[in-house]
């Protein structure tokens, strides 16, 4: 088999067998084809797209390209949740012990932030003590012993990925539902999930920013999963504005604590963690129905058995667990500087990747890899879309190291930008736009 061959067929609009695929997939994880044809390749799917067999044929592929996690150890069906990406989207730190509280075992493996995207092992990096880093016995055993374990990824998941990902990063062939549809999947089902339920943002802060491409991605992967077994359930919500009012990695954690203590009620981070951990449990064959499943969850945050729960992960990954009662023990920023409005109107939107990246350049997220964080600061809102505001009210505030007066100006000219505002009400955008199954 020739590479140059497997390029031309893709690019003529051929359909891949499974060998010609497996050839390129093993080619990239060893070496062997350079990376001018993996990039030729990658455009070629760009433009023609990839039928489902092809596409649950690369997943595949791609998720046995490196260490695939035997969750065989753990009692239970294995749910695992996954976000293509939000701000101020802390769902995982509400979903690990209020799921878990619930009977559902959760194992999950998260990653670090990125750009103006934030990271559940950044935010769990803020508990002062926590491990991060667990050994696959320690991992299995914890979500035995506790019900649920949240680890940075381990081992050699997807090398193949790794490289296409980067190679597509410079490319401009990132944006293709078959290549991101893949590269998802093969990961959750290399690190061992039973079923998945996907978060599918769409709009300002997300991958996807129109509804028509993300209801197809979501129906992709919804695709992947039953080609291959695990089945998988996507929400498609909205990432117009910040899910949470708290972008930066301890005012996240503080957020999720308050949603597992029942302190916010009716707000867009409880109903979408509401909403996904119901899904979670009907998967995970502990709720006849939907409503059930909710009603479930709700009871595990009233009688603060959800709380209790993030006590007992937090402890057992060598964390200080006592600052699920005293937040305050959190990094906290030097100074809050708040935010005014600079006219009146009816706020239209708080657009999401303008208040990631305020955030990101405060210091709570990183513009490149190598970036340190500063755990403490942030951005925290104080009005969303729909509200309407008068000059010189609050609209978000800063929470910023002593040291960064520039940085905090520049955050700050970011934020008011972030505010769009109208002459007129306008009426919020949908939470949740469909649920594709
Ligand atoms: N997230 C991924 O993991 N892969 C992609 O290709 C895009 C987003
Ligand atoms: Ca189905």
């Known amino acids: 088999m020739r590479t140059v061959d497997i390029i031309r067929k893709k690019r003529d609009g051929g359909e891949l067998n499974s060998e010609e695929i497996a050839f390129i997939?093993?080619?990239?994880t060893d070496g062997s084809i350079p990376d001018y044809q993996l990039s030729a390749w990658a455009m070629a799917v760009y433009f023609q797209g990839m039928n489902a067999r092809e596409t649950?044929?690369?997943t595949m592929e791609m998720a046995r390209s490196g260490d695939q996690m035997d969750l065989g150890a753990i009692h239970g069906i294995k749910v695992d949740k996954h976000s293509t990406g939000g701000v101020g989207d802390t769902t995982t730190l509400i979903l690990a012990p209020l799921v878990a509280a619930a009977g559902v075992p959760v194992a999950k493996m998260s990653g670090r932030g990125l750009g103006h995207t934030g990271g559940t092992i950044d935010k769990l990096e803020s508990i002062p003590g926590y491990r991060v880093e667990l050994s696959k016995e320690q991992f299995v055993e914890q979500v035995n012993r506790v019900g649920a374990a949240v680890i940075s990824q381990t081992g050699n998941i997807t090398p193949a990925d790794k490289k296409l990902y980067s190679l597509r990063d410079v490319t401009a062939t990132v944006n293709s539902i078959p290549l991101i549809a893949s590269s998802v999947m093969s990961k959750k089902i290399a690190s061992g999930a039973d079923a998945i339920v996907l978060d599918v943002k769409t709009g300002n802060g997300a991958f996807m920013k129109s509804l028509e491409e993300s209801i197809e991605l979501a129906e992709a992967m919804v695709a992947i999963g039953s080609q291959v077994g695990r089945e998988t359930v996507a929400v498609i919500t909205g990432m117009d504005e910040p899910l949470g009012s708290s972008i930066g990695n301890a005012l996240e954690v503080k957020e999720a604590i308050r949603v597992?203590?029942?302190e916010e009620t009716g707000t867009p981070l409880r109903k979408v963690a509401l909403m996904l951990g119901a899904h979670m449990l009907l998967l995970g064959g502990k709720a006849k129905d939907y409503v059930q499943a909710v009603g479930i969850l709700e009871e595990a945050i009233t009688s603060g058995a959800a709380c209790n729960k993030l006590k007992e992960m937090i402890a057992a990954q060598?964390?200080?667990?006592?600052?699920v009662d005293f937040?305050?023990?959190?990094?906290?920023?030097?100074t809050i500087i708040p935010v005014h409005a600079d006219g009146e109107g009816w706020i239209e939107s708080v657009a999401a990747e303008e208040i990631g990246l305020a955030a990101m350049n405060l210091g709570a997220g990183r513009a490149t890899k190598e970036d340190k964080i500063d755990l403490g600061v942030g951005i925290v809102l104080h009005k969303r879309s729909g509200e309407r505001v008068v000059r010189g009210d609050t609209l978000a505030e800063l929470h910023v190291s002593a040291g960064?007066?520039?940085?905090?100006e520049a955050a700050g000219k970011q934020v008011l930008a972030a505010f769009r505002l109208a002459e007129r009400?306008?009426?919020?955008?949908?939470?949740v736009y469909a649920v594709v199954t």
């Open 25 to 28: 997939i093993r080619g990239c």
């Open 56 to 58: 649950a044929d690369l």
């Open 260 to 262: 597992l203590k029942g």
């Open 318 to 323: 060598g964390g200080k667990a006592d600052i």
């Open 327 to 334: 937040p305050e023990q959190l990094p906290a920023a030097d």
């Open 404 to 408: 960064r007066a520039e940085a905090a």
């Open 425 to 431: 009400p306008v009426e919020p955008k949908p939470l």
